[in-house]
């Protein structure tokens, strides 16, 4: 089981950028794919970044691609998500999740763990 906490998010103006970081209370290299999604009231989560549990491999939701970078720390059991060029669509609670599966995914019910989220605005 791991624990994970977001911390990083904050209002923004448009084609500024954020580091969001999510920390995790154990191990996650070799153990957890890991993933951010973002969600606005009324809609569903929506998946924006993600790495598999080998590491070294990253993907992106289209619309995202080219503008925010997904990293880790396995030495300090830390994920990054750096976010440039932000838009005002970009406005979300951004979480970070943690999923077993080796090949990763994009599919939030195949991530077993979540942190409580941090809010994004983007102004502009």
């Known amino acids: 089981q791991v624990q994970l906490v977001e911390s990083g998010g904050g209002l923004v103006q448009a084609g500024g950028s954020l580091r969001l970081s999510c920390a995790a209370s154990g191990r996650i290299r070799g153990r957890y794919g890991m993933g951010w999604f973002r969600q606005t009231p009324g809609k569903e989560r929506e998946f924006v970044a993600g790495?598999?549990?080998?590491?070294?491999?990253?993907y992106y939701a289209d619309s995202v691609k080219g503008r925010f970078t997904i990293s880790r720390d396995n030495a300090k059991n830390m994920v990054y998500l750096q976010m440039n060029s932000l838009k005002p669509e970009d406005t979300a609670a951004y979480y970070c999740?943690?999923?077993?599966?080796?090949?990763?995914?994009?599919?939030?019910?195949?991530?077993?763990?979540w942190g409580q989220g941090t809010q994004v605005t983007v102004s502009s």
């Open positions: 999740a943690a999923n077993p599966d080796p090949y990763g995914s994009s599919v939030p019910s195949e991530y077993t763990y």
């Open positions: 790495d598999k549990r080998s590491g070294g491999s990253t």
